[in-house]
């Protein structure tokens, strides 16, 4: 899944609730910059007021951006005269978003976004409930709980996220049966899906640990390895490769991947494929999703013995030692 948050801010605003959100949900950032700057300043807000107002499309400083690479796509503006910002109307018309998932949020200093949100949906051909974000001067007037309502409705984005997900179902010899499941619904009896756990390994014997965010519904802070369930359409090594790209920003060679156990749960209806792979990556080239990940470390194999002896580690890690 790849996310990228589409912006313009003239004054911090929008940039910060970009950038709290891309944090949050890994995505990447693009801010727009029109080739003739907006000044800022009292006067001229009327000048530009008046851009917005008859909805101009000021020419921008050339981007790159291609649509078709991206799952989720943020998009967020500054309220200018009750209207999006004009860059916005520059980009958005530049762009054909039909049928992609689009979410939206508007900074103003009077929490008065309807109109300019509704535009922009319009502007995009977005779905009616695609999700919606007003906040007022969140960087000239910061607070935690305007914070908190920035991390709220990522965390919403992310459901949306997640609900959108399919899982390919299996039988007990792990044959497909040719139906597919959308995450978070009952698995049926007699049907199970996969899920991976990914191990990393660098030359100095250490292994790549992670730390579950706090905000985790399921065993907050605890330790583990990266992992999660595979996606229709995707083999195990795929959903490997791709939960580490996601959660750490590593890219795995798939070649290098060896799978050192594998064992069904009819309990958890899955079959949970643990996968190993020899890969060096300095702390700085990881980057965390904030909201999945709130640490990295590489361990020796005391290290991990010492999380699991003082019940730091996630209890589904209880195979560790076969494998380290
Ligand atoms: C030209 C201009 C017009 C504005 N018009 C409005 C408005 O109609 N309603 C409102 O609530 N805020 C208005 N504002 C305030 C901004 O929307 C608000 O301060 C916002 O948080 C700024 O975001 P930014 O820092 O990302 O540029 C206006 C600001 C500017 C510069």
Redesign the pocket.
């Known amino acids: 899944m790849r996310s990228i948050i589409v ?11 970009a950038e709290s959100l891309s944090n949050l949900l890994g995505s990447e950032l693009l801010q727009l910059e029109p080739k003739d700057p ?1 000044p ?1 300043g009292r006067v ?6 008046k ?2 107002l008859s909805h101009k499309r000021p020419e921008l400083v050339p981007y790159e951006f291609n649509a078709d690479e991206y799952d989720r796509i943020i998009i ?8 999006p ?1 004009p860059p916005l109307n520059t980009f958005l018309t530049e762009n054909d978003l039909k049928g992609k998932r689009t979410s939206f949020f ?8 309807a109109k ?1 949100l509704k535009k922009m949906k319009e502007m995009a051909g977005a779905e009616d409930d695609a999700p919606l974000l007003s ?6 007037k910061p607070s935690d709980q305007k914070i908190q309502t920035i991390q709220q409705w990522g965390i919403e984005v992310i459901g949306r996220f997640d609900s959108d997900e399919d899982w390919d179902l299996y039988d007990t010899e792990r044959q497909p049966l040719g139906k597919t499941m959308k995450r978070g619904s009952d698995i049926p009896d007699g049907a199970y899906h996969i899920v991976v756990s990914v191990w990393m390994r660098n030359s100095e014997g250490r292994y790549l640990m992670s730390k579950r965010s706090d905000k985790k519904k399921w065993c907050p802070g605890m330790w583990e390895t990266t992992g999660g369930a595979v996606e229709s359409g995707e083999t195990s090594l795929e959903g490997a490769v791709r939960e580490v790209q996601e959660e750490l920003g590593i890219e795995l060679d798939p070649a290098k991947g060896r799978l050192v156990r594998s064992v069904r749960s009819d309990a958890l209806h899955d079959f949970y494929d643990v996968w190993m792979f020899d890969v060096d990556a300095e702390p700085d080239e990881i980057r965390r999703q904030d909201e999945e990940v709130s640490d990295v470390r590489w361990m020796t194999a005391e290290e991990i013995d010492r999380l699991w002896n003082e019940n730091k580690m996630h209890v589904l890690l209880d195979y560790y030692k076969e494998i380290i």
């Open positions: 912006y313009y801010s003239l004054e911090g605003n929008s940039k910060m609730v907006y800022t001229s807000k009327f000048l530009s007021g851009d917005a967020g503006t500054p309220v200018w005269a009750g209207q910002a508007a900074c103003s200093s009077s929490g008065n976004a300019c906040i007022i001067d969140p960087y000239a």
